[in-house]
């Protein structure tokens, strides 16, 4: 179908201060408009063990899709934590190969 659900979740290890360790969650949703272009939005969050903060940022954007290895995309995220950005903008070229 035209809408697709995407989920992660990972752990990173700080070698040189094991208190700085977070889990990561990642949630997104893509929403294919037409065959060229597609709406995201996405949850990306990271929970500290002991000192690393916890962060949450909520994006939306789009990605165009420029032939079928090569996509265009740019978004806009709002920091929904005290420590979290308050707001990012991203754009990105993604090239299959």
């Known amino acids: 179908g ?3 659900l995407f989920g992660n979740l990972g752990y990173t290890f700080v070698t040189r201060d094991s208190d700085l360790n977070f889990w990561t969650f990642n949630a997104a ?3 294919r408009a037409t065959k060229a272009w597609s709406l ?3 949850v990306v969050s990271a929970v500290g063990e002991a000192a690393a903060p916890d962060t949450a940022v909520l994006r939306i954007g789009s990605v165009y ?5 090569i996509k265009l995309d740019g978004a ?3 920091g929904m934590t005290k420590e979290s950005p308050d707001v990012i903008v991203t754009v990105g070229v993604t090239v299959a190969f």
């Open 2 to 4: 035209p809408v697709t």
């Open 29 to 31: 949703l893509e929403y």
């Open 40 to 42: 995201v939005s996405e």
């Open 65 to 69: 899709a420029l032939t079928e290895r």
């Open 76 to 78: 806009v995220g709002f």
